[in-house]
């Protein structure tokens, strides 16, 4: 059983300051006479959230390695320490469904393993089928995580020496039929503009980076309620990607190139549009842990900045199907002694991080 906890602060989105009293791992009425203050001036989000975050994750010299239990651990503290107190594992080789069990790390929707074409992806990174096995083998993802499944939907094909979509359009309508009709939603990792198209068309939930997407296909998401998780923190390593590739594939690299300088133009487009835009850093690939409020500083130039706060925190909890702060939900939250309206950067100061109710962290900044 934790000790009763109050502060004084604005949380998050509310405008005004007012106590704030946590017992027995949730938010509650009080007043509580025995509460510790943690703060009597703060400012308090509704715990982060990291939305495309591979737990488990980790680099070898041939491709990507499933990480053992300590290293996996190690990572989910490390985006906890940073305020991250929600995270939609997003494919994973790693086994990570026993970090559920642990009252001191993150809550985690999990994915499954993403789906990937035979030798169209990083080595040892997803699971990898011909495009007959692709819907069969989405399903039984979707199966294996709670709630999210997630597949590449395009990547470097060399005899094109390009970006091409990974999939006939049948399999990936089909398959995201299958994991529609077990209640599951359906994400995809897409670059190019030809591949996003599709997914839109067959009625996929969710886009991750998005950098191909065109006006039109912008105006059929808003209308749909298709979401999108830009990951911008990835986003910045485009010119990287393009100069790997660049003495073999120059087409590739000009395109790379290309979707890198007009990214934030994009996504701007799409914000203005009203897509649902939500926080996510790709962590595990080459982006390290705990990079969340880092990102959420990235989706400043977006809009305005109570939109990259939701987009990081209550917003995309509830997307998420999680609380935010109301009496009797988890107490979950991350304070803060600089208004984080007023300057993002606060978000990567945080002052204490509280999960289910116990202090896991203070004083520190995030990674
Ligand atoms: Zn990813």
């Keep these: ?20 009293w946590v017992a027995d791992g949730c938010v509650v009425e009080g007043p509580i006479a025995a509460a510790t203050t943690l703060s009597e001036q703060c400012w308090v989000l509704p715990g982060l959230v990291d939305a495309h975050d591979h737990i488990g994750l980790g680099a070898s010299p041939t491709g990507a390695v499933a990480l053992s239990p300590e290293e996996t651990l190690r990572q989910a503290l490390t985006d906890r320490d940073a305020g991250v107190l929600l995270i939609r594992e997003n494919g994973t080789p790693a086994q990570t469904r026993w970090l559920d069990e642990r009252d001191d790390v993150p809550r985690i929707v999990h994915s499954g393993r993403h789906v990937a074409r035979t030798r169209r992806y990083v080595r040892g990174m997803a699971v990898e089928v ?23 939907a395009d990547w470097i094909e060399r005899d094109a020496g390009d970006l091409t979509p990974c999939w006939p359009a049948w399999a990936v309508a089909e398959g995201i039929e299958r994991c529609h009709a077990l209640g599951v939603r359906v994400t995809a990792h897409t670059f190019s503009e030809q591949a996003v198209a599709e997914l839109v068309d067959a009625g996929i939930d969710c886009v991750e980076h998005g950098t191909g997407l065109t006006d039109e296909v912008i ?33 590739y690299a000009a395109h790379m190139m290309d979707l890198y300088r007009r990214h934030i133009e994009t996504l701007g487009k799409c914000h203005d549009a009203g897509i649902p835009i939500f926080c996510g850093t790709d962590a595990g690939t ?19 900045h109570e939109f990259a706060l939701g987009a990081g925190s209550w917003a995309a909890r509830t997307w998420l199907g999680q609380p935010n702060l109301e009496v009797g939900a988890p107490a979950d939250f991350v304070v803060y002694e600089s208004d984080p309206r007023v300057d993002l950067r606060a978000v990567e100061h945080p002052a204490c991080v509280v999960l289910r109710g116990v202090v896991v962290a203070s004083g520190g900044a995030a990674h």
Excluded at 240 to 248: F, R, S
Excluded at 286 to 304: D, N, R, T, Y
């Design 130 to 152: 011909d495009p007959e096995e692709f819907p069969a083998e989405l399903e039984r993802q979707a199966r294996a995580g709670t709630g999210w499944v997630k597949f590449v």
């Design 1 to 20: 059983m934790s000790e009763p906890l109050h502060l004084k602060g604005v949380i998050l989105p509310e405008t005004e300051p007012r106590d704030f």
């Design 219 to 251: 105006a059929k998401m808003a209308a749909q309620g298709t979401t999108l998780v830009p990951t911008i923190t990835n986003l910045e390593n485009f010119p990287h990607y393009a100069e790997q590739g660049g003495a073999k594939f120059p087409r």
């Design 286 to 304: 080459v982006v390290l842990h705990g990079k969340a409020p880092g990102e959420i500083v990235k989706l400043g130039k977006l809009g305005s």
